[in-house]
């Protein structure tokens, strides 16, 4: 199965903006349909974003709508997830993942990368 490593995690200023990485062990991922989910402390991990194959569609959290961006290039095998207007909510370890087209994580989970949001 095709391994996921995130990337571009940081500590930023409330309003303050990041890009986060999503690399895929081989080509196979651009067959898959991709998504963002997140973890905050002692929370549920949450949906966060998701992108078809092709990239013809994407998909968001409520949270998210209107600040964060997903897209992919599939000749370098990466996801991304832009993240614009930061909260201090958005503070949480961020993963990505394989999913259906509903946005069900599919794959095993990596390590994720850390984003930290201060007021």
């Known amino acids: 199965q095709v391994q996921l490593a995130e990337s571009g995690g940081g500590s930023v200023q409330a309003g303050g903006s990041l890009r986060l990485s999503c690399a895929a062990s081989?080509?196979?991922?651009?067959?898959?349909?991709l998504g963002w989910f997140r973890q905050a402390p002692e929370k549920e991990r949450e949906f966060v974003a998701s992108?078809?194959?092709?990239?013809?569609?994407?998909t968001y959290g409520d949270s998210v709508k209107g600040r964060f961006t997903i897209s992919r290039d599939n000749a370098k095998n990466t996801m991304y997830l832009q993240m614009n207007s930061l909260k201090p909510e958005d503070t949480a370890v961020y993963y990505c993942n394989l999913v259906t087209l509903s946005g069900s994580p599919l794959g095993s989970w990596g390590q994720g990368t850390q984003v930290t949001v201060s007021a």
């Open positions: 992108i078809t194959w092709n990239a013809d569609s994407t």
């Open positions: 081989d080509r196979t991922a651009q067959y898959h349909h």
